[in-house]
């Protein structure tokens, strides 16, 4: 005779309760599930889901040689994987350090401290900053003049910038479309603007792996990506084919975009409503005050 479901559910709970199963081992699966879920989604956008298809195949193949005891490859075996933990931070060492990099970008301390002591409170960049960027921008996309403009948030871009050539100029859209016009000294390369200055151009950016990318977007598409995925950081890519416009945001691209759409992306970045609490730190805020200098 089968038992009625309110006999399943005092058996269920007996079992529960015998095995001591606290509310935290509960909580703790939840969390493990959920990292385990995020590695692995993590993983396969990555080179690593590559790499760890050739690892399986060589654990399928240690496994054949368990079963029919081939002890030479055994031997092998043990002494390489010995090594194995050396071996994986080794090959993985650019999609770790992504990770690390992706980690450190998560607004959990950040939205209560502040470390950076040039971060605007009030807003990154003004609205004339916004107007000028996207009057530039589709005045370069009708004459399919390619541009590669990223915009620095809260993650500091001095290790780009570093690789380019300083200007440290007030934005304008004359000053952006003269810097990639064809053939001129400064047209290679990204710009990277910090509040309402060009700070730097011809900088070089890392470029995207992932193998999700459409396969017809060209060098200039992937390394927008490519600084998105590793800062937090909006770039503008106006492509030198099409004159499209496309825009670069947390290792996304939104492709073909108008003029409003642009500009709702730009407004948004500004980040008008930024926390200022009492916890955030005394540090930088001195420097609310002061004026640039034109250079």
Same mark, same amino acid.
């Given at each position: 005779m089968r038992n009625s479901i309110p006999e399943v559910i005092s058996g269920m709970i007996d079992t529960f309760i015998r095995v001591n199963i606290r509310i935290?081992?509960?909580?703790?699966?939840?969390?493990?599930?959920?990292?385990?879920?995020?590695?692995?989604? &993590?993983?396969?956008?990555t080179?690593? &889901?590559?790499?760890l298809k050739g690892f399986g195949v060589l654990l399928a193949l240690i496994c054949i040689a368990v079963i029919f005891e081939m002890n030479t490859i055994l031997w092998i075996a043990r002494n390489v994987f010995s090594l194995g933990i050396t071996a994986l931070v080794i090959v993985f060492q650019p999609e770790l350090r992504k990770a690390l990099e992706q980690l450190g970008q998560q607004n959990i301390i950040s939205s209560i401290f502040s470390f950076d +002591?040039? *971060?605007?409170?009030? /807003? *990154?960049?003004?609205d004339k900053t916004v107007n000028e960027l996207t009057k530039a921008?589709?005045?370069?996309?009708?004459?399919?003049?390619? /541009?590669l403009i990223v915009l620095e948030k809260n993650t500091p871009l001095n290790e780009y910038e570093r690789t380019g050539i300083t200007l440290d100029s007030v934005i304008t859209s004359q000053l952006l479309i003269n810097i990639f016009?064809?053939?001129?000294?400064?047209?290679?390369? /990204?710009?990277?603007?910090?509040g309402d200055r060009i700070v730097s151009a011809t900088c070089y950016l890392p470029l995207s792996d992932n193998l999700f990318?459409?396969?017809?977007?060209?060098?200039?598409h992937r390394a927008a990506v490519g600084i998105s995925e590793v800062t937090d950081s909006l770039t503008i890519?106006? +492509?030198?084919?099409?004159? /499209?416009?496309?825009? !670069?945001?947390?290792?996304?691209?939104?492709?073909?975009?108008?003029?409003?759409?642009?500009? !709702?992306?730009?407004t948004a970045a500004q980040d008008k409503t930024k926390d200022t609490g009492r916890f955030r730190l005394w540090k930088g805020r001195v420097k609310r005050h002061e004026k640039p200098s034109d250079k």
């Open positions: 935290t081992d509960v909580v703790e699966i939840i969390i493990l599930s959920f990292l385990i879920y995020e590695i692995m989604v &993590w993983i396969k956008k080179r690593a &889901w590559v790499l +002591s040039s *971060r605007d409170v009030e /807003a *990154r960049f003004s921008v589709f005045e370069m996309a009708k004459v399919k003049t390619g /541009a016009e064809k053939n001129t000294p400064l047209h290679d390369g /990204a710009v990277i603007v910090r990318l459409s396969k017809d977007l060209g060098t200039r890519v106006v +492509s030198e084919e099409t004159g /499209a416009v496309s825009v !670069a945001c947390q290792g996304e691209l939104k492709r073909n975009l108008t003029q409003e759409e642009l500009k !709702a992306q730009l």
